[in-house]
């Protein structure tokens, strides 16, 4: 049972802690987990090496999500919609099967606080995280889902693309011509990586909003700190998603179904102890 992340940058990946995490839950002593750092233009010759040598699977992260997408002999739905694939389970026969479980971890984490269903949701950025959340957002059958990027037309061609499959109303423009308050409030730029606040028009948050920053850290994101002043009432950083999403990983290729509760509390005990 070996498994792998693969990307590059990848020594700072928390995937290791997180999967040894969830196989102690069940006893797997054979479950190994490891990074796997693979030169940029080596993504499929890396992979092939790592199944020919006997690999479960893998999780795929920058800069390699959407080549694993191409090189992946199936898809599941999620990752042909997101046109992205995080996760890779190698089946009995060698070939490759490709899953994209980033909304589905971001969708759970936002269940645990609040229902989706009936609410507005205002998803800010239009890269290739927006792209996995839509569908899975939209499942939740909230009233509408608003995309608002720095550049405009790649919100719009978003909500084009996936209009026809979400089935609840989407549109797509940029920060400024936002209007009306947000029930829950999505971060999937990444201006946070760069401590930038987003030039978000005053009022998105309606009373009881709940912030959302896929980017995580120790300290309060630009985002959240730009949320608390606006009066967000719930607020929260993208651990959860990257634990969900890695429990969603998890069950793919071993069929159990982790606790994510207790590895994200670790998670954060360790993020701000600057320790992992
Ligand atoms: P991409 O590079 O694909 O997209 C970046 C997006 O951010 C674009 O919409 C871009 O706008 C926008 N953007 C970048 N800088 C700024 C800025 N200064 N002001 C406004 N908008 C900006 O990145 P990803 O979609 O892969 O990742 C986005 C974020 O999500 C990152 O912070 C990443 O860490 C996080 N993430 C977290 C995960 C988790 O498990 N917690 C999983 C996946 C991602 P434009 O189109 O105009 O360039």
Redesign the pocket.
Known sequence: MRYVVIGNPVAHSRSPQIHSAFAAQFGLADFQYERLLLPVDGFTEGLCRFVADGGGGCNVTLPFKEEAWRCCDRLSERARAAQAVNTIRVEPNGKLYGDNT?GA?LVADLLRHVSLAGKRILLL??????RGVILPLAAEKPAEIVIA???AA?AQELAQAFSGQAGVPLSGMDFDAVSGAFDVVVN???????G?A?PLPAGVFAPGALAYD???SADETAFLQQARESGAAIRLD?LG??VG?AAEAFFLWTGFRPEVAPVLAELRTSLQGGTK
């Open positions: 980033d971890g950025g239009a890269g290739g995280a927006a990027n720095r550049t790649k999937a730029t990444s201006a946070s990586i760069g930038n987003l896929m980017y995580y993208g998603m990257l999403q």
